[in-house]
């Protein structure tokens, strides 16, 4: 317990929502960690999902994929942490974010005959709130348009943890498209870790993942994405034991029957995706992509430096929560 007076609810809002200054926000995290009763306020406030219906609907974006050829603004610097709560938000993130090295796939462990799998953590949403008001944000380049929360995500179409993380997500995304539908904008930017096309890997970790970025750029164009994505998630294991040229020649193939386009118009379509490809390969070597899927939710690095691999859905659909509400506060 504490002999300090409680945190208003006003003040807590505003500090899950990273709004306080960093001497008050150290006063008010330690009187937190302390306090039972301002604890279950806080967690109330970042419950996931929260007066959802209460939010004003602004008018759809126009498009979920960048313009070809945009060009990301150089990133700020981090802002600064938040006063003496900051070492203790390092630890509480890591616990709540899945953790895992750049491009490792998922390991799956055989079931146990004896005992069922144990369940994830659950997540906690004060300890998420307190740990996501410590972020730090930068520009990722992207205009939000008339969203209130902004997800920009750096994919590789050859990586296993991209693709565990775009199945996974998709039902969060979902969600907020039918609940706060335009409020939540996904805007995906290609970082291949091929270095035929991309000057900031070296070697060919995932041959064929520059084609593979360029074919789903026309599917996308033309509707087809989802389709073009499954079957490079399906296949990419092999394509990978393949030659790389062998592995283009395989994916160039299945584009051309997927999108119904003809050897030339095809090699003009891709020649004219190459633009934006590059575009999206500068604005990650901009903001020092170092590993795929790499976020940013509302300028929030997804993981950063305390993490190594991308968050749970229900994480996610919790640091959104959190982000529309402060996006209510300020409107």
Known sequence: MTD???????????FADGEVAAARAGEIGAHVQAC?????????HAAVGARLAVWKVDAPPATLTPPAGQAARPAPAPLARIGAVAAAAALVIAAVWAVRRPHEPPRVEAPSATAPAPAPPALDPGTFALAWAQQPRVDPGVSPGGSR????????WLCHPCHVS?????P???RYEQRAPGQVKLVVRDWPWDSRCNPHVHGLEHPGACTAALVV??????DKADEMMQ??????SRLQTLDPADAEREIQAEARRLLGIGSVDFDAAIAAARAGLDADI???????ITQTPTFFINGVRVPSEHVNGPLTPESLDAAIAIELKRAARRA
Not at 4 to 14: C, G, K, N, R
Not at 36 to 44: F, I, Q, S
Not at 166 to 170: A, F, G, L, M
Request: proline share 4%.
């Open 4 to 14: 300090t007076p409680h945190v208003s609810a006003e003040e807590l809002m505003a």
């Open 36 to 44: 039972p009763g301002c604890r279950r306020e806080l967690d109330e």
């Open 149 to 156: 929360v902004l997800i920009v995500a750096f994919m590789d």
């Open 166 to 170: 775009y199945q996974s997500y998709r």
């Open 172 to 174: 969060v995304l979902k």
């Open 217 to 222: 750029r026309l599917a996308r164009d033309r």
């Open 231 to 236: 079957w490079l998630f399906e296949n990419m």
């Open 282 to 288: 500068e604005a990650g070597a901009a903001l020092d």
